[in-house]
């Protein structure tokens, strides 16, 4: 069983488009993440949810979205894409409680704004 | 702000070679560290952690080492094989596991 997956692998939109990539752990942890990696490799964290809570939240433009409907899930919604938007965007989770521990990554999301 | 500074950015070895990748990181509240191989294509996946409670810790061909004092964490593998081709990246965690990353080391092993 895939312990993070996130949907779709590839996504392919013009500028201006709103598009919306899922993930869902079946882990039982109580925290996920979304983080972008960029053409560089550069992995930056942009926002956590811990039990449905926002509680990071990185300095990322309010047209992304995130939305925890329960702890097994973390949704990642993009309001009028940029070309900039062009990504990997990873979920993630982990269980925080006292000691930080693993964070699992999904596969990944590829985003291209053409 | 909350850095992770790694270096070196690529490092080439022939097989058989050790590998030191070196991080520091600016956020003295940091107590998790991380590290994580991404190959191409793929996630990134840890392969040893170290807490800010312990200097060094090892796991078959890999070992960590942790200096609080100088904020310095740094992964060593020894007897490299090319399947240890990939992008490293060091973190640093704090409060909810916030992972800062570092700008990640692309190890080449030659045969």
């Known amino acids: 069983d895939t312990a993070v997956s996130q949907t779709p692998k590839y996504l392919v939109t013009q500028m201006g488009n709103d598009k919306s990539i899922k993930c869902e752990q079946n882990l039982g942890h109580d925290t996920m993440y979304w983080y972008k990696q960029d053409s560089k490799k550069f992995l930056k964290i942009m926002f956590s949810y811990n039990n449905k809570e926002l509680i990071i939240n990185e300095t990322v433009p309010n047209r992304f979205s995130p939305k925890s409907p329960d702890k097994a899930h973390l949704n990642l919604h993009i309001n009028s894409l940029e070309l900039g938007d062009s990504a990997v965007y990873f979920c993630?989770?982990?269980?925080?409680?006292?000691?930080?521990?693993?964070?699992?990554f999904g596969q990944g999301t590829r985003l291209t704004v053409v | 702000g909350e850095n992770v500074e790694q270096h070196p950015s690529t490092l080439s070895v022939q097989e058989g070679d050790s590998a030191v990748i070196k991080c520091t990181y600016s956020d003295s509240a940091s107590n998790y560290f991380p590290w994580y191989k991404q190959e191409l294509g793929k996630r990134p996946q840890l392969i040893i952690d170290?807490?800010?409670?312990?200097g060094e810790k090892k796991d078959q061909r890999i070992a960590v080492t942790l200096n609080k004092t100088a904020k310095h964490f740094s992964l060593h593998i020894t007897e490299t094989q090319p399947e240890d081709s990939a992008v490293y990246f060091c973190a640093a965690g704090g409060g909810y596991n916030k992972l800062i990353f570092g700008a990640g080391t692309r190890l080449a092993v030659h045969p």
């Open positions: 993630a989770s982990s269980q925080v409680g006292g000691l930080n521990t693993e964070a699992f």
């Open positions: 170290i807490r800010s409670n312990v």
